[in-house]
């Protein structure tokens, strides 16, 4: 076997805003960074940027982010880091050598210093309908807005907890599309409760608040304590109904409000991309807080394996701004390693950079009580409803199997194909480990998760059969 | 803690262990299945799922003996195992062929031919265009002829130990699934319990059916058996429409496709201890290697990559015995690389040594005796398969 | 079922337009945006059938993660819509099951 292709100092992996900052920081120091994304243009899922092939980026509402984005997009260029776009990591071996892939060829890359930064994804919460053409993530939603300038439909439910709900609303809104309602599964009473830790963050307050006021100008219902009950039609949505849920987010058994709406856009928080922390053999512990598992870090985000920092959603999704402040924070922990940074000059900037993250630390405390995820919402699911969507495998195929003695997921897939598909049981995963918690009566985390596993994505064969360098 | 007895406990819940259990509960046997993880975890959920009469291993017993038996037995039980217990075990008899890139194996492949079509076993031999023509989606320009049996097939084997978990808690078995055993009790020569992590269960009878870690279940009783570790890794592609119809014996790496659509592309077997990594290394071998005989995956993803651990001994035969000291105590291991072959024929052999039954194979087909005895300094030991970075050409 | 281009801004302000095959039937389409894009700007939402019980799937996760957006793109079956730039001449089909793969030449 051929060695692996000669090492970088820093090979960075995500182009969103965690891992953008995290490349900038080390290369302003001297480091050399290699960037790796999946997409063919840098900024990930926040930082999305417009086609190179738009002229202009549009009206100003939808382009701020990309504006940002944008700005440290050419940062990050100017400062010589070294892209490769366009490919997909798939597979992390001996803790340090990344194995990436293009649509005909594969290289390995040894690092000597790895930073994680794979973001998240929607959380996806099975319910009767949400196969239907026509229901679309937050996130899927925004993508299209934000990237594309088109919306998803023209009346549209938006279900789902937090402050994205509000956004989303209001790009549609911006958009000319009717939003029939916004249900926010969170009871989000005694607001005044939270009030004097807002006070250090009042922009975010203001924005909400603006935000709020925009869809009652529109005459759009915003619905608390509701979640997404089902999603009705044949070829595609043409309604959906919301139920009362409990503080659990477990929808009450009663009448159900329905609409008359041809989209439906859920939005029930995201689940961090741990694939690769997973494969690099990094420890994960569970979080209720955040509703699931979550890569161990020290302060500066180094993971349990020497030279693996993880930064950004894919250490627990916690918005763009921590993404922004943890890959610094890695920036200048491998720029300390490599000798560019030491002594005081490095114990002030890593100061600096946990005030910070200490400051964002507060307002995410305050948003995770305030949205707390419910896993009530795994109780939508009924027994002919499909979990597995890849594989076309219902609640019910899994639920005779853990009641025949599969209790780890690893078991229940084994047995009825659920997380067997091209998904790679991104989509499964926690419905499927929630539903195993509740028919044994056991903690979620007994469950266990889907054996890591290269790759991490789908990898073209013919670009494994060929090695480049 | 005493648990509830049991006359069988069976130690070991993979492919061996559930069929064990399921014919000795047949046989109106109460059965503990205690099992450290959940039933199929290990070698038994990890390999390639053929289920072969004749094929590589067949070169060792030219004349259909015991091993062909225990498969024979196996692929009866399969053929209606499904419909018994209500679980589609996905098992086909598309048909196999073995093939020969050298003039010895050629003619090591025609004799065992011989021996098989004398036993009464369909096989046919064919030229280099006959072999191509059995199975379109295979090519190689190096083939001088092989052999097709119209018997060989494949099984989904993660369905076919739920089949017979299922099939054996139907009929009372009890299962202790996370549950680990801790030590084997006998004494005045003969078993008496088995204890484990959740309690002691007192028993007449303990199969020994712990696949790859069957060493440390013989140690309980001061038994070393010859059972090592062999890493097999193997690759999956996304699933597509049906192309690779038959089973094809001989290719290294191999491609079989499963009722779903996914190309099981595989395997390796290499000493690597208990270690249960792939190996970038064997992910570029794999994908090097199958495209040339198997050209149209070329336009595949790999979605997925495994490893298994299997319970390799010196000879690649399994050892099937009931022990008469301590009396009780019997084995069911070293199923190298066939257990999905042996599973259901080993059941009913174990079935039939437990009850007393005349055992419908000779009682020392699979002795521990044929080994020679193994001390602490010297003695045969089970010769380690190759080490990691060479990838064994051999496959069943 | 919606009608008319739900794209939100003016033609202006996106790449020079291209035609694609959709089905069979020509689609007009902007250089720059995603397949996904495109189709979802028409109104069309279905992207394939489902294997094992035929049901219609579209786009959800616009990231390429959850597969439900696989359509044959230029004969080739399981291309990521959303993953996927549009081109001139770019034939895509709503995808039937496993789809239909072809030989290998």
Redesign the interface.
């Given at each position: 076997m051929s060695a692996p292709a000669p090492s970088v100092d820093c090979v960075v992996v995500g182009g969103g805003p965690a891992g953008l900052a995290a490349a900038r920081t080390a290369a302003r120091h001297g480091v050399r960074v290699l960037l790796i994304d999946e997409n063919a243009e840098l900024g990930g899922q926040y930082y999305r940027q417009m086609p190179a092939a738009f002229p202009s980026a549009g009206d100003g509402v939808l382009g701020r982010e990309s504006v940002e984005g944008g700005r440290l997009i050419d940062e990050v260029r100017s400062l010589g880091v070294e892209l490769c776009l366009g490919a997909v990591v798939w597979g992390i071996f001996d803790q340090r050598t990344v194995a990436v892939a293009t649509r005909d060829a594969t290289r390995r890359i040894t690092a000597q210093a790895l930073i994680l930064a794979p973001g998240a994804y929607d959380r996806p919460v099975p319910f009767p309908g949400w196969t239907l053409p026509g229901v679309l993530t937050a996130g899927g939603a925004q993508n299209l807005m934000k990237g594309y300038r088109v919306l998803p439909g023209r009346r549209v439910l938006v279900a789902g907890s937090g402050p994205l709900l509000l956004v989303v609303a209001h790009y549609l809104l911006h958009g000319g599309a009717r939003v029939a309602a916004v249900c926010e599964a969170s009871a989000m009473r005694q607001l005044w409760r939270y009030a004097h830790r807002m006070l250090p963050h009042l922009n975010f307050v203001q924005q909400g608040y603006r935000y709020r006021q925009e869809i009652e100008a529109a005459g759009v219902p915003f619905l608390t304590g509701h979640v997404i009950r089902r999603a009705l039609g044949s070829a595609e949505v043409t309604g959906a109904a919301v139920a009362p849920c409990d503080d659990d987010w477990a929808p009450i058994r009663g009448p159900e409000q329905s609409f008359d709406v041809d989209t439906v856009i859920v939005g029930y928080g995201f689940v961090s991309s741990l694939e690769l922390s997973r494969l690099a053999g990094c420890e994960h512990r569970w979080e209720a807080a955040l509703g699931g598992w979550v890569p161990v870090r020290s302060r500066e985000m180094e993971s349990t394996v020497p030279g693996v920092f993880v930064v950004g959603d894919g250490a627990g999704a916690a918005g763009s701004a921590v993404a922004l402040e943890e890959g610094h924070m890695a920036g200048l922990a491998v720029a300390g390693r490599f000798g560019r940074l030491a002594g005081r000059e490095y114990a002030r900037a890593v100061s600096r950079a946990r005030g910070r993250l200490l400051h964002l630390a507060g307002f995410r405390r305050v948003m995770d009580e305030l949205y707390r995820f419910g896993p009530g919402l795994y109780t939508l699911a009924e027994r002919d409803t499909t979990l597995c969507r890849c594989e076309e495998v219902t609640a019910a195929e899994a639920l005779e199997a853990v009641r025949e003695g599969a209790t780890h997921v690893n078991e229940v897939k084994a047995w009825t194909r659920v997380g067997m598909g091209r998904c790679q049981g991104r989509m499964c995963g926690p419905a499927l480990a929630h539903l195993i918690a509740r028919a044994t009566g056991r903690p979620v985390t007994d469950a266990g998760v889907f054996t890591p596993r290269p790759p991490a994505k789908p990898v073209p064969l013919a670009a494994l059969a060929q090695e480049s360098h | 803690m005493r648990l509830a007895a049991s006359d069988v406990v069976v130690i070991g819940g993979g492919a061996i262990g559930t069929a064990v259990a399921y014919y000795l509960a047949v046989e109106g046997k109460s059965v503990t299945v205690v099992e450290r993880r959940g039933v199929g975890q290990e070698a038994s959920g990890a390999n390639v799922g053929l289920v072969t009469l004749f094929s590589g291993h067949s070169l060792d017993e030219p004349d259909p003996g015991p091993l062909y038996e225990l498969t024979r037995a196996s692929v009866e039980a399969y053929t209606t195992l499904g419909e018994e217990v209500g679980v589609d075990i996905e098992y086909e008899q598309c048909g196999g062929v073995v093939f020969a890139e050298t003039e010895d194996k050629l003619a090591t492949l025609k004799r065992a031919a011989e021996g098989y079509r004398r036993h009464g076993v369909p096989v046919d031999v064919l030229d280099p265009r006959g072999v191509l023509d059995c199975e379109p989606a295979f090519y190689s320009e190096r083939i001088l002829g092989g052999v097709f049996c119209p018997l060989n097939g494949q099984v989904n084997p993660l369905l076919l130990c739920r089949a017979f978990a299922t099939g054996a808690r139907r009929r009372g078995v009890r299962f202790l699934l996370g549950t680990t055993v801790q030590n084997i009790y006998h004494g005045n020569g003969r078993v008496r319990a088995v204890k484990t992590s959740e309690g002691d269960i007192p028993c007449e009878v303990v199969v020994n059916a712990a696949g790859a870690w069957a060493a440390d279940i013989g140690d309980m009783t001061g038994l070393r058996l010859p059972v090592v570790p062999a890493r097999g890794q193997i690759m999956l592609t996304e699933p597509v429409p049906r192309f690779i119809r038959r089973v094809v014996s001989g290719a290294e790496p191999s491609a079989r496709q499963t009722r779903r659509g996914n190309v099981i592309i595989g395997s390796t077997i290499e000493n690597a201890g208990f270690d249960k990594n792939v190996t970038t290394g064997t992910i570029a071998h794999f994908a090097r290697g199958v495209l040339p005989s198997f050209p149209r995956l070329a336009g595949l993803d790999v979605i997925r990559t495994w490893a298994g651990l299997r319970p390799a001994t010196p000879d690649h035969k399994p050892i099937i015995q009931s022990l008469d000291e301590p009396a009780g105590l019997c084995l069911a291991v070293g199923h190298s690389r066939r257990g999905i072959c042996y599973a259901a024929g080993t059941g009913r052999l174990v079935a039939d040594l437990v009850t007393g039954r005349p055992p419908y194979l000779p009682r020392d087909a699979f002795n521990l005796a044929r080994f020679a005895p193994m001390s602490p300094a010297g003695g045969e030991q089970a010769p380690p398969p190759p080490g990691p970075d060479h990838i064994r050409a051999r496959s069943t | 079922?919606?009608?008319g281009d739900?794209?939100?801004?003016a033609a202006?302000?996106?790449?020079?337009t291209l035609t694609m095959l959709v089905d069979g039937g020509e689609l007009t389409a902007?250089?720059?945006?995603?397949i996904?894009?495109a189709l979802?700007?028409a109104g069309r939402?279905?992207?394939r059938w489902?294997?094992?019980?035929g049901?219609?799937?579209?786009?959800?996760?616009?990231?390429?993660?959850?597969?439900?957006c696989?359509m044959t793109v230029d004969g080739?079956?399981?291309v990521r819509a959303?993953?996927t730039?549009v081109r001139e001449g770019l034939r895509v089909e709503t995808q039937r099951?496993?789809?239909?793969?072809g030989?290998?030449p």
């Open positions: - | - | 079922m919606t009608q739900l794209r939100m801004t202006a302000e996106r790449g020079r902007h250089e720059g945006e995603s996904a894009a979802l700007a939402r279905l992207t489902t294997a094992r019980t049901e219609p799937r579209g786009y959800f996760c616009g990231m390429g993660v959850c597969q439900d696989l080739l079956p399981n959303c993953m730039p099951g496993l789809g239909e793969w030989v290998v």
